[in-house]
């Protein structure tokens, strides 16, 4: 950890210190918590809350972070990592990706062909859970140069020892590859925890990293494995996740570009790399047809994919006229309107879980190009969409997006579409209620939960905004949605199914009355967790 992370400054260490008390100061000051939310699920006054602190010093500071965008060019970098406030440091979900990953080998083993990548993935993610805890040690506590050098080698080492002797590797591959991997991670984790401040908390950008980087260690190993491969050994979704990862790597690409080359931020710069983007993601050689024939003969091969792509696009004019209509209004935008979207992904999720599995997979991943694209529009200033995206972001945005980005959004998607990216084979129709883990908890459970908590919420929880009513609502919700599911023959349910969905209703329910972290990424995790179980 040592080669790449310099000492913080003390200005930076008091601030992580105070940052991971925040819950015993509110606790000691409630007053000001509720001066940020006013009852469970209600709207935030974000100019109040978000950006105040106890001094001017650290008000001065702060405005200094909130008046630049994170890739301005001019923008000073400092050496100083600032999480999202008014939060804990969350901690505790570094666990969650690699113990979502490894819950696949307790029951139903992954497919075959999916077996060896699956635990790389819950190898590297394991070593990264480890980097993080070490991290925190690192930083926040007061140990000899000894104890920190020991500590700099424990994630390498232990993502090394577990190449060599779960995956078979040689112990050079071994060596290399895990110590380079846990490096990138923290490296990448530091960086964007200084680049963009008060976006995340340090356990919503250990998830969110974690994430991206098991994505970077996927698309090499798939592109090698698929393109060494017999092309008429491929199944659809095979060809339709080369073209997916092929795409969002280059997508990757283009954003580090934009970030480490400052002329490439400009408007015209800016298109140009979105046309080449389009044409590498449509026309490079990864499949045989290309991507773009590959695409056309799998939509139009089969009338019922048309019509729910037919259907996606109705759900999109929606989404639009639900964003131009709160506009109009020029008001912060409630938490019952922002919960349309929750409603809106559900409409978008379960059809295409139950019926087409393979063209939502590649949904989600052009969702979420879109969202990068548009969010990169919108960071940039670039025209003419720049100013409309900025109005969309100021009047639906929530306490929990107090830095630069959309955070909301995105975690929407990501927690949505997680279940089915992190599930090899998801689409084998094995593993249907693994899949709608994160429709079923955020946009079931935590759905009903506002909307019951913020009109009937009566008895609150110790500690916390949320409600009891809430609560229930959630669990009973989750478990209605189920039984009509089953009910309909749409989902098969088991004795152990309906005991593992149960037990995972409950304790998520438990966490979204207690957390003060992206719930939209925290819940879909440990109800997936939870539910594989069974």
């Not at 100019?47 to 106890?54: P, V």
């Not at 690699?98 to 029951?107: D, E, G, K, T």
């Not at 809106?344 to 590649?362: E, N, R, T």
């Amino acid at each position: 950890m040592q080669m790449f992370v310099k000492r913080p400054c003390v200005q930076e260490k008091v601030y992580h210190t105070r940052s991971w008390h925040v819950l015993n100061r509110d606790k000691n000051n409630s007053t000001m918590r509720r001066s940020i939310s006013e009852t469970e699920h209600s709207d935030s006054d974000l100019s109040s809350g978000a950006t105040t602190e106890s001094n001017s010093s650290d008000c001065e500071q702060d405005r200094h972070h909130s008046s630049r965008t994170p890739l301005d060019p001019n923008a000073k970098r400092d050496n100083v990592m600032l999480p999202r406030p008014w939060a804990s440091s969350g901690g505790w979900m570094c666990f969650l990706m690699p113990l979502a990953l490894a819950s696949r080998f307790l029951n139903a083993p992954p497919c075959q062909e999916q077996v060896h990548l699956h635990l790389m993935l819950t190898v590297t993610a394991t070593g990264m859970c480890v980097e993080t805890l070490c991290f925190f040690v690192y930083f926040f506590a007061d140990t000899s140069i000894l104890a920190k050098c020991i500590i700099s080698l424990l994630p390498g080492t232990f993502t090394t020892i577990g190449f060599g002797l779960c995956l078979g590797t040689s112990w050079l591959f071994a060596v290399v590859a895990g110590f380079l991997m846990m490096a990138g991670y923290q490296h990448f984790y530091v960086c964007m925890m200084r680049g963009f401040a008060r976006c995340f908390t340090y356990g919503e950008a250990s998830i969110l990293f974690q994430g991206l980087m098991l994505f970077v260690v996927s698309v090499v190993y798939r592109l090698y494995d698929l393109c060494s491969a017999d092309a008429k050994t491929l199944t659809d979704f095979d060809r339709l996740n080369l073209i997916m990862l092929n795409a969002l790597m280059w997508l990757l690409i283009l954003c580090l570009l934009v970030i480490v080359v400052p002329r490439l931020r400009g408007p015209i710069p800016f298109y140009l790399l979105m046309g080449l983007l389009i044409l590498a993601a449509t026309c490079a050689p990864v499949t045989s047809p290309l991507p773009i024939v590959a695409l056309l003969q799998f939509i139009f091969r089969d009338p019922k994919r048309l019509q729910i792509i037919g259907f996606y696009l109705v759900l999109v004019l929606l989404t639009g006229a639900t964003v131009t209509w709160q506009l109009r209004h020029s008001v912060q935008a409630n938490t019952r309107v922002r919960k349309i979207f929750h409603l809106l992904i559900v409409l978008v999720f379960v059809p295409g879980v139950l019926f087409q599995c393979a063209l939502l997979y590649l949904a989600t991943g052009i969702a979420l190009a879109s969202f990068v694209v548009l969010e990169l529009v919108r960071l940039l200033q670039i025209p003419p969409f720049s100013d409309r995206l900025t109005e969309a972001f100021h009047s639906f945005r929530d306490e929990k997006d107090a830095g630069a980005l959309a955070l909301t959004p995105f975690c929407l998607l990501i927690g949505c579409s997680m279940p089915l990216w992190l599930t090899p084979c998801p689409c084998s129709k094995n593993d249907t209620l693994l899949l709608l883990s994160g429709i079923l908890a955020v946009g079931v459970g935590d759905t009903a939960a506002s909307v019951v908590g913020s009109k009937l919420g009566r008895n609150m929880w110790g500690n916390s905004s949320r409600s009891l009513e809430g609560t229930i609502a959630f669990v009973v919700s989750i478990l209605l949605s189920v039984w009509l599911l089953e009910a309909t023959g749409l989902l098969a349910m088991t004795q152990a199914k309906w005991f593992a969905t149960i037990f995972a209703a409950i304790n998520s329910a438990l966490v979204e009355a207690f957390t003060d972290q992206v719930d939209n990424l925290v819940l879909p995790l440990v109800f997936y967790i939870l539910v594989g179980l069974a």
